[in-house]
């Protein structure tokens, strides 16, 4: 009798296990039907240089007229490296190192921690460039065959380090200062045209857009230690038009946002620091896609630094812990 009830159980017992594995290997119809594609991120490559020549950290990732991409290296602590420009092709390829720490001109010290960035370059149509130098307190030029030209600082004269940089159609260069509220206006070669009252709690990344708008990345830092960020947007003449990157229920908001760039179709891709992704939001401020996320593998950062476009759908980023430049190609970005 005993027997017969083992027997029993050991044939339900198989044929509860063969309902499962059957039931595990069908998809649900109503999964496989309402999958959609969307935007997506394909990772390309990753360099921290060649040779000798290793980055330490990356603090700001810019693309120069020749597609070359220019990653600066900046430090941490009492670190003694920071201050260079690793140089790569489009491909990955590393081709060299420029730049020196140092206070004379024509030297750089770029940044401190992620906390408080401060690194930019910024190319200019002759083929001349800025270069946001936060530690010095100051901006540099350039010409186009790297010789520096000269210097200078907040138009008002207060001490304020750089954090970022960008370009009007017009020819003005706008420069945010770490720790200043307003947009501050020059000429390329230093001449102080005036301020654009924004309102700003320490910006650290800005960028026009094809329409003339300004995209301005700024960080809250709260009572509490929780570090929240917001990007926003003016029109031409400095008139504030929207915020984006708040928390909502699709979307977990910004921590510590840095670089940002347009793209030709007003696209804005802005390297989320502390959530250690890009985000890429559409004209009107709507995020479309997040690109990589945390580890200290190929795909991931160890927070995002630095962010740039080729312009053929490749996105540049920067991993700040990880002394890497990663290229990621972009694809189904709805316009």
Not at 63 to 78: F, I, L, Y
Not at 208 to 225: Q, S
Not at 248 to 273: H, K, M, N, W
Request: glycine share 14%; charged share 25%.
């Amino acid at each position: 009798m005993r027997m017969a009830k083992f027997v029993v159980m050991v044939l339900a017992c198989g044929a509860l296990l063969a309902l499962a594995d059957a039931c595990a290997k069908r998809t649900p119809p109503s999964i496989a039907s309402t999958k959609k594609e969307g935007p997506a991120a394909t990772f390309l490559w990753s360099s921290r240089g060649g040779g000798s020549q290793i980055m330490q950290r990356v603090i700001a990732v810019r693309t120069a007229p020749d597609k070359r991409v220019w990653v600066a290296e900046g430090k941490m602590g009492m670190e003694k490296i920071g201050g260079r420009f690793f140089i790569f092709d489009p491909e990955g390829t590393f081709i060299e190192v420029w730049g020196s720490p140092g206070k004379n001109n024509g030297e750089f010290a770029l940044n401190t921690g992620t906390t408080d960035d401060g690194a930019d370059i910024l190319f200019l149509p002759d083929g001349s460039f800025l270069v946001g130098d936060k530690g010095n307190i100051r901006i540099q030029l350039f010409d186009r065959e790297r010789r520096f030209v000269r210097a200078w600082i907040s138009g008002d004269g207060e001490p304020s380090s750089p954090t970022g940089l960008a370009l009007t159609a017009d020819g003005e260069v706008l420069v945010v200062f770490n720790r200043r509220p307003e947009i501050q206006r020059f000429k390329p070669d230093g001449t102080f045209l005036g301020m654009i009252s924004a309102g700003l709690r320490t910006p650290q990344g800005i960028c026009v857009d094809p329409e003339g708008r300004i995209w301005v990345a700024y960080r809250n830092f709260k009572a509490d230690a929780i570090v929240d960020g917001i990007v926003k947007v003016f029109d031409r003449e400095g008139r504030p038009l929207f915020e984006c990157g708040a928390r909502t229920e699709a979307f977990d908001g910004l921590r510590q946002p840095g670089d940002l760039v347009a793209d030709s179709r007003g696209r804005i891709y802005l390297a989320d620091c502390y959530h250690h992704r890009g985000v890429v939001f559409d004209r009107d401020g709507k995020v479309l896609m997040t690109i990589g996320g945390r580890g200290e593998w190929e795909g991931t950062f160890n927070y995002s630094n630095g962010i740039a476009l080729d312009g053929e759908g490749g996105v540049y980023v920067g991993d700040w812990t990880g002394g890497r430049l990663e290229k990621f190609l972009v694809a189904g970005v709805p316009d």
